[in-house]
């Protein structure tokens, strides 16, 4: 997290809770940080900070669960490749995933019926420019930024596989990124003028008021016939006390992934039904 690697650095913070009695310190970073974690535990040793007793004690702890739940080694390395049972598995799980992602996607609010829209209709997806509020979850690998750390103006992952989505569905989407000093070009102008339905994602707009402010601009000069479905990527409070005066629909998918996002495009369009449910405020926040 953020507090401990800007404080003590991502090595100095796993050191740390190893000296507490943590039994693994979990290091979601780069390769360089895990390495540079171990050599600080090996210092930390070599200096007596650390002692190799409490680090056994911390393995036998590990071996004893590894066995419980994994067997051993043998166990887990030795099987003969079963080709037919890895195919059998890959689809099993991949439906169990699908079936989840179904499950957690929630509609907060439709007041207008907007949902589902029509796969006929023309789409445009908005999705937010980069911005890296938590990098232990958005940007763990730093691909987001250029080498001096800058955040890169470009689209990022998840939101090109929610284009990919979205397409896969309806081929007259056109997807454009908006940034904090969103205005209308041409070219959004033009496509907004006639367009039926209108996808604005939003990440994290509770604490980036700049994501509904674009979001008011698109309104303000969009088809008045056109729907906007307002999909929630983060936490499901972007729209808290905000009044809409325009028909829309507001979904949350409650993570940016590939899979959560393509969960919320099969409800977009009718696919699947959003059983999910808002965890705070009873359960809604409009």
């Not at 589902?116 to 763990?140: G, H, M, Q, Y």
């Not at 904090?180 to 994290?204: C, H, P, Q, W, Y």
């Not at 696919?271 to 926040?285: M, S």
């Amino acid at each position: 997290m953020d507090a401990v690697a800007e404080t003590y650095g991502v090595e100095g913070g796993a050191l740390m809770s190893l000296g507490a009695g943590a039994d693994i310190a979990m290091i979601c970073h780069t390769p360089a940080k895990q390495k540079g974690a171990v050599e600080l535990v090996q210092a930390a040793v070599i200096s007596g900070k650390l002692t190799l007793d409490s680090l056994w004690e911390s393995q036998h702890r590990i071996a004893h669960l590894k066995s419980k739940f994994a067997g051993s080694w043998s166990d887990v390395l030795n099987p003969v490749f079963d080709s037919g049972r890895k195919v059998q598995l890959k689809s099993g799980n991949a439906a169990l995933s699908a079936s989840a992602y179904s499950a957690s996607t929630a509609l907060v609010s439709d007041p207008f019926g907007v949902l589902p829209i029509s796969k006929e209709d023309s789409v445009i997806l908005f999705t937010p420019e980069n911005e890296s509020l938590n990098r232990a979850v958005d940007d763990t690998q730093d691909v987001l930024r250029t080498k001096v750390g800058k955040i890169r103006n470009t689209a990022a992952p998840s939101d090109i596989s929610f284009g990919s989505s979205i397409s896969a569905r309806n081929q007259d989407m056109r997807h454009f990124v908006y940034t904090k000093d969103f205005t209308i070009t041409e070219e959004i102008g033009k496509s907004l003028s006639a367009v039926k339905n209108i996808v604005f994602a939003t990440r994290s707009a509770d604490r980036s008021a700049w994501q509904l402010e674009a979001l008011s601009v698109i309104a303000g000069v969009k088809n008045p016939d056109s729907k906007i479905i307002v999909a929630s990527t983060c936490a499901p409070y972007d729209l808290l006390n905000t009044q809409l005066d325009f028909p829309f629909a507001y979904l949350a998918t409650f993570e940016f992934t590939r899979p959560a996002l393509e969960a919320v495009a099969r409800v977009i369009f009718g696919e699947a039904r959003p059983t999910g449910k808002v965890p705070v405020l009873g359960g809604n926040v409009l």
